[in-house]
Structure formats: C-alpha cells, structure tokens
T-cell receptor, first 111, second 120 residues
Framework: DAKTTQPPSMDCAEGRAANLPCNHS???????VYWYRQIHSQGPQYIIH???NNETNEMASLIITEDRKSSTLILPHATLRDTAVYYC????????????FGKGTSLLVTP | GAVVSQHPSRVICKSGTSVKIECRSL??????MFWYRQFPKKSLMLMAT?????????EQGVEKDKFLINHASLTLSTLTVTSAHPEDSSFYIC????????????????FGPGTRLTVL
C-alpha cells in the first residue's frame, strides 16, 4: 500500500471547519483513500473513503485532488467531541488486507 | 449498523495467567477479522489476520503460540494471551471486515472499542 504523510498535529476552533491534509503521492490507480479517527482510549472509527471523486457523508467530506496525490478531510463544523487522532490510509480495494496505521494527525478542537 | 463489540473492556491479571478477549460483529457477518495492539502514545500495530474456519496469519515478530486466535464463527473471533507477562500489557483492538450486509460497507474495517490489558 502507498505511504501517506500527515501533519502531526493541528488546532481548530469549535464551530469552524477543520481541514486535515494528507499526501499520498505514490498512490496506485486501484488504491482507495480511507479516513479513520481514534478518540482517546477507544477503537478507531470509520469516517469516509473514496477513490477519485469527492465524497460526503453525515460526518465529513473527502476532497481528492485530480492527480490523486493528495486529499483533504473536512469536518464542516468541528465540535469538542471531534478532538481525536485522524488517520489517512491508502489501501487496495477489495484486497481483504488489514489497514496499516501511520502516526496520523492529532486534532485539537478548542472552545 | 456495523457494530463490533469486545469483551472485556479491561482486565487486570497476574503474571503467568492466560487471558481471553472476545470480538463480535453484532449485526453483520465477518469472514475476516483483525487483531491490533497499541502501546501508549503509539499507533495501532497489526498482530494477525483471522479468517473464519482457518488458521490465523500472524505478522512478523508476533508469537503465534503466545497469542492464540480462534475464529470459529462468522461473528466471533477470540484472542487468548497465554502466560501473560507485564510486557504484554497493552490496548488490544479487533476489527471486522464489512460484508455489505446490515449497513456494513464491503471491505471496510469496523473496529471494536478495545480491551485494556494490565499484567501485574
């Protein structure tokens, strides 16, 4: 699976949009971009995933650049409960393989 | 949908004893489950891949005789830490691969809440 690069930490004010970047310059054509988050002392939570089109669900939006070498996860209105470590993971679709977690971005949402 | 549970949520045991951790997919069937371990302030590390009805595949450096994995049904996988020692103290997390049923997205991994193991 392609390697991803994320900033180690970010801050965001409550109520504002949180934009979390991820670089995956070596991504292959059959690899999806997955985003998970882990709140302290809990298991990771699935957020969203996409191949090349932008995706939106009730939690977040995923914007993937046209060349697919980077993406941005957007939390439109961050709340204190969004404070967590966010992981961007690239993985071949339908491979059945496990997700390999990097270090992620620690997002702190402040009042 | 797509809920995964783990039991127990935390366990404290004496050195030398064995501990069993259960992982269940509550509302979908999972032919594949995964076990991870996470040390403080570190990321999740994959220990093994568990396929229903067959032997688990362990990652390099993980002792299969120490971490026994059983995946006897499509909704249950167990991890037994045998002869636990203080260095086995960690946060153990399982995940189940979505099957496309009950709100689970095919091939997406859904994680349990984790089990905190402390070995004295």
């Amino acid at each position: 699976d392609a390697k991803t690069t994320q900033p180690p930490s970010m801050d965001c004010a409550e109520g504002r949009a949180a934009n979390l970047p991820c670089n995956h310059s070596t991504i292959s054509g059959n690899e999806y971009v997955y985003w998970y988050r882990q709140i302290h002392s809990q298991g990771p939570q699935y957020i969203i995933h996409g191949l090349k089109n932008n995706e939106t669900n009730e939690m977040a939006s995923l914007i993937i650049t046209e060349d697919r070498k980077s993406s941005t996860l957007i939390l439109p209105h961050a709340t204190l409960r969004d404070t967590a470590v966010y992981y961007c993971i690239v993985r071949v679709a339908n491979s059945g393989y496990a997700l390999n977690f990097g270090k992620g971005t620690s997002l702190l949402v402040t009042p | 949908g797509a809920v995964v549970s783990q039991h127990p949520s935390r366990v404290i045991c004496k050195s030398g004893t064995s501990v069993k951790i259960e992982c269940r997919s509550l509302d979908f069937q999972a032919t594949t489950m995964f076990w991870y371990r996470q040390f403080p302030k570190k990321s999740l590390m994959l220990m093994a891949t568990s396929n229903e009805g067959s032997k688990a595949t362990y990652e390099q450096g993980v002792e299969k005789d120490k971490f026994l994995i059983n995946h006897a049904s499509l909704t249950l996988s167990t991890l037994t830490v045998t002869s636990a020692h203080p260095e086995d103290s960690s946060f153990y997390i399982c995940s189940a691969r979505g099957s496309g049923t009950s709100g689970s997205v095919v091939d997406t991994q859904y994680f349990g809440p984790g089990t905190r193991l402390t070995v004295l």
